[in-house]
């Protein structure tokens, strides 16, 4: 039997990253730079006004504490005007935030230091030279990296981008994952299940967890085990995935089917794995590209389990993240729970924080079967218990693993 760890080896080091392609900046969110991002012009590209007010010298409104200042105001300037401006010594201008300052002002008197007339403004407040002023390049000087290569995009990343002028980026795609589903019982959930029938979970829960771990995905569905057809199927898929994952195709008749299918494919070890649930699995490499390929349990909670543990990681490491893996935590326990000796156990909880000191605690959650789906969707973490350990008792210490977080 193959250890978790020697089994996790073994998958991330097929990862491979697809070829960075440039996209949209729209598109790019969630996906990691694949280029210096060199800013071609300066942010802001001009002396802007950082408040509503009145731009001024700040020489002439220097004594307005001792007593108010009275400017004429000579003049409007809106946002996106692009009529030039000069001021004379002793004026304002109303100015807009954003709006360019005319030539010779050197700051922007707020309204709430003002009593807001339009034709002679008093100023009850000094201002500092630059006050209120956003100076050209004071965000990004021409020639900065605004967005590195390995950077991770998110909304900042995306405003920056546009704010430089860039509408398309190089990044790291999202690697394309393709789920199939196995079993001669099972029938789509547009159908009513006959006697012996049940609904296909796996492609579905499988191709959720593939998109919440960044994949592009597309779910093949229920496919016949009958190898001609399947290899056609696969064949098809190794071509156009980065990641195939084939639920239902480990144990029995299937998977003797899938053997045989994919026997001149590529090498795929089917094994069992010290861990529980979803110990029997297999893993390869198919195809002209050696296409990393999983072949899952037909149990739905063990092939997300599985799919967890191991597909995950795979995912995220092909996305480039510097740490594939879900963030562990130790928690104290609060009812005692059971694992099989010789596996790790992966199994379902409930974490909680203590609202007084902070501590992690959690509940164990339907750890009986391995069948049990619903005690799943309830959870948000899998216990991780050593392969040596077959009990643990309330308030001992275990390492959890967070899953994502609902709602």
Do not use: W
């Amino acid at each position: 039997m193959r250890s978790v760890d020697e089994q996790l080896a073994r998958v991330i080091a097929a990862a491979v990253r697809p070829a960075p392609v440039r996209v949209a900046i729209s598109e790019s969110q969630g996906l990691l730079c694949a280029e210096e991002v060199v800013a071609e012009r300066a942010l802001p590209g001009f002396d802007q006004a950082a408040v509503d007010g009145y731009a001024v010298r700040s020489v002439d409104v220097s004594g307005a504490n001792g007593s108010p200042v009275q400017l004429p105001v000579v003049g409007e300037i809106p946002a996106g005007s692009r009529q030039p401006r000069r001021l004379q010594p002793g004026q304002a201008v109303r100015i807009a935030t954003g709006a360019p300052l005319p030539t010779l002002a050197d700051a922007v008197v707020p309204l709430g230091y003002t009593d807001g007339h339009q034709a002679k403004v008093t100023v009850n407040r000094s201002v500092p030279s630059a006050g209120f002023v956003r100076r050209t390049g004071e965000d990004v000087q021409t020639g900065d990296v605004a967005v590195r290569r390995g950077a991770s995009i998110g909304a900042a990343q995306v405003g920056l981008l546009a704010a430089v002028g860039r509408n398309k980026v190089l990044v790291h795609p999202r690697p394309r994952v393709s789920v199939i589903s196995l079993g001669e019982e099972l029938v789509d959930v547009d159908r009513t299940p006959g006697q012996g029938q049940v609904y296909d979970v796996n492609s579905y829960a499988l191709a959720a967890a593939a998109r919440d771990a960044g994949a592009e995905v597309s779910r093949v569905g229920i496919m016949s085990a009958d190898p001609r057809r399947l290899r056609e199927v696969i064949e098809g898929r190794l071509l156009l995935s980065e990641i195939v994952v084939i639920a239902g195709g480990v144990g029995g008749t299937v998977g003797d089917e899938v053997r045989a299918a994919i026997t001149d494919l590529g090498d795929m070890d089917v094994t069992r794995v010290g861990m529980h649930p979803g110990s029997a699995q297999g893993f390869g490499r198919l195809g002209p590209d050696a296409v990393p390929t999983f072949l899952l349990p037909a149990n739905p909670m063990s092939a997300l389990v599985v799919f967890e543990v191991l597909v995950r990681p795979l995912i995220r490491a092909a996305l480039g993240k510097k740490n594939p893996y879900r963030r562990a935590v130790s928690a104290r326990l609060l009812s005692p729970l059971q694992s099989t000796k010789g596996r790790r156990g992966f199994l379902r909880g409930q974490l909680l924080r203590d609202a007084d000191n902070g501590e992690y605690l959690v509940q164990p959650l339907g750890t009986s079967g391995s069948h049990l789906l619903a005690s799943l969707a309830e959870a948000n973490c899998l216990i991780m218990v050593d392969e040596d350990v077959t009990e643990v008792s309330v308030g001992e210490e275990v390492l959890v693993s967070f899953l994502a977080q609902r709602g």
